[in-house]
């Protein structure tokens, strides 16, 4: 199993990115796709959802409005498009997938990515 991120890097304030997470190795709609961020010094928090099988979606209230979670489930492969990026957005990124109760347990997900660094520069 292997989920593996990208297209994070460095922005200016309001910028834009978009990050990918490409799974493989399992049934990918079989699974939930959440993204989760830590910051430095800071606990790891999860940021947005994605139900594979039914595109159900979640997104913690910091993020709502400016974040888009998507999937493409011919690529295995889930999106996160961050518009009007903010310097407090600044983290590294985790992919994550499981079959969690609760979408922000992060302890609740089976396999995870080796994270994408995202930086916001004021």
């Known amino acids: 199993v292997q989920l593996v991120e990208s297209g994070g890097g460095l922005v200016q304030a309001g910028g834009s990115l978009r990050l990918s997470c490409a799974g493989s190795g399992f049934t990918f709609d079989d699974y939930d796709i959440s993204w989760f961020r830590q910051a430095p010094g800071k606990e790891r928090e999860g940021v947005s959802y994605?139900?594979?099988?039914?595109?159900?979606?979640y997104y913690t209230d910091s993020v709502r409005g400016r974040f888009t979670i998507s999937s493409d489930n011919a690529k295995n492969t889930v999106y996160l498009q961050m518009n009007s990026l903010k310097p407090e957005d600044t983290a590294v990124y985790f992919c994550?997938?499981?079959?969690?109760?609760?979408?922000?347990?992060?302890?609740?997900?089976?396999?995870w990515g080796q994270g994408t660094q995202v930086t916001v520069s004021s």
């Open positions: 994550a997938a499981g079959r969690p109760r609760h979408w922000y347990w992060d302890y609740a997900y089976d396999w």
């Open positions: 994605i139900s594979v099988s039914d595109g159900t979606t």
